[in-house]
């Protein structure tokens, strides 16, 4: 694999590391003579916090080595819709946005908030990217998002020493995975630790059964909401996911305990020091929290496998990911669209893929980039799945549905959690939200 500028990327990230930063102010190369955007600010805001944010910064900070540009992350938590809107009218717009949802971006685009990809930036994503990368990141056949930071939300991820003193193996199909599950409980742990807190988490489980359950077309058409949450294929996931979340025995401290449980927490009770559940489903994502919170090695103390089929259907593979944006009433959107130029290419994935927690849809990327076997694993899955991924359904509803605490989707699945008795009922209410959200 051709390695463009490797060794001018090898400079940069040593400037990179011998900088103070860690996303809370600006920074700058040391050393460093005039260059390109010496002199430039350029802002970005994100959902990220803690070890996320840390990342993206030596990210960011490789970039400033590059081209001598300052650079400001500005967290917005998951408000980030609200934020980047209320910095708009305010006269304060960020140069750049990490999106965390095609929705949102969709919104945007539509609001006459983003400015298109410039031309070198749609090559470069032409030539490094799967083209549903390229259609989650267009509204109205104009680009305008670049997908950064991809994740692979098909992975359950165990601890060993469990499954040895259940005597169980990683299960090959949805429904031995309850099994699995009641085995480790059987031993002395519940099965899962449910993030139910967040609502977030709760979809993802709806879309790994719905897309095995329903196949690749239904689960496009529900996305796109050209068919109504109460059709068949909907209550049929429903109940199936109805069946985990019923078992006080699959689920930790059942409906009531996981709906106090956030997803930080939902990790700890499986990778912690004192146990309380055997697997947590969710991205690959979770391993950067098992590393870096609890010490943990990934591929020995943690591992995953994949979600598994539901009755005869398909292995899914859902994503999410983060797209660059470049904002119009940034105050340097030409800086910023230098940043994605630069986003856009393997060498600016390679400075986190070594920190961990990040997987790249760049097809250029050099596997080996990736720090340890499981994420290089994880990562190859998500390249080869191609065109075949299907990004998280939610994130591509408007954030009214599928985007907001408290509201739509996230808080029906969370009822749903508490009370799981009738799906049918739930998929009413599903209808109903969706079809205010997408009218509006």
């Known amino acids: 694999m051709m390695r463009p500028r490797i060794s001018l990327i090898g400079c940069s990230l040593a400037l990179a590391l011998g900088a103070t930063a860690c996303g809370g102010g600006p920074t700058t190369p040391a050393g460093e003579g005039k260059k390109e955007l010496s002199g430039q600010t350029v802002t970005v805001a994100g959902v990220w916090t803690g070890t996320e944010q840390k990342n993206f910064q030596k990210v960011l900070d490789a970039f400033s080595a590059e081209t001598g540009a300052k650079t400001e992350f500005v967290s917005t938590g998951d408000s980030l819709s609200t934020v980047v809107g209320s910095k708009i009218e305010g006269g304060d717009a960020p140069d750049v946005v990490m999106v965390p949802q095609v929705g949102v971006l969709k919104q945007f685009a539509e609001s006459g908030w983003l400015e298109p990809l410039s031309a070198k930036t749609r090559k470069e994503a032409a030539t490094n990217f799967a083209e549903v990368w390229q259609e989650y990141g267009t509204v109205d056949d104009t680009l305008y998002g670049l997908y950064f930071k991809a ?21 090959k199909s949805y429904e031995e995975m309850l ?20 609502g977030w988490t709760l979809t ?5 059964i719905y897309l095995s359950q329903a196949g690749p077309e239904r689960y496009d058409s529900l996305a796109a909401h050209e ?36 997803f930080p927490t939902s990790i700890e009770k499986v990778f912690g020091s004192d146990p309380e559940a055997g697997m947590v489903y969710e991205g690959d994502f979770v391993g950067a929290v098992a590393k870096e919170q609890h010490g943990k090695k990934i591929g020995e ?20 990911g983060d797209a660059a944006v470049v904002l119009k009433d940034g105050r340097n959107k030409k800086a910023g669209m230098k940043l994605l130029e ?10 986190w893929a070594a920190e961990g927690g990040f997987l790249s849809p760049n097809t250029r990327l050099d596997m080996s980039s990736y720090g340890d076997d499981t994420a290089r694993a994880t990562a190859e899955s998500l390249i080869e799945a191609g065109d075949s991924v299907r990004f998280d359904m939610s994130d591509q509803a408007p954030a009214a549905f599928g985007g907001t605490k408290g509201v739509g989707e996230w808080k029906i699945l969370q009822d749903f959690l508490r009370d799981p008795s009738d799906p049918k009922a739930t998929a009413v209410r599903l209808e109903a939200a969706a079809a205010k959200a997408y009218k509006g």
């Open 151 to 171: 994740a692979h939300k098909s992975t359950v991820w165990y601890a060993p020493d469990t499954f040895e003193q259940a005597g169980v193996e990683p299960p």
């Open 179 to 198: 099994e699995t599950g009641r085995t480790v409980a059987d031993s002395g742990l519940p099965a899962f630790a449910v993030a139910g807190e967040d």
């Open 204 to 208: 993802d489980w709806f879309e790994n």
């Open 227 to 262: 068919i109504p949450w109460t059709d068949d294929t909907v209550v049929k996931a429903l109940t199936t996911l109805g069946e985990l979340f019923a078992d006080k025995e699959l689920v930790a401290g059942g409906g009531s305990g996981a709906l106090r449980t956030d």
């Open 301 to 320: 103390d943690a591992l995953f496998f994949p979600f598994p089929a539901v009755e005869g259907g398909g292995a899914p593979v859902v994503s999410g």
């Open 342 to 351: 630069y986003l856009a290419t393997p060498e600016a994935a390679e400075v």
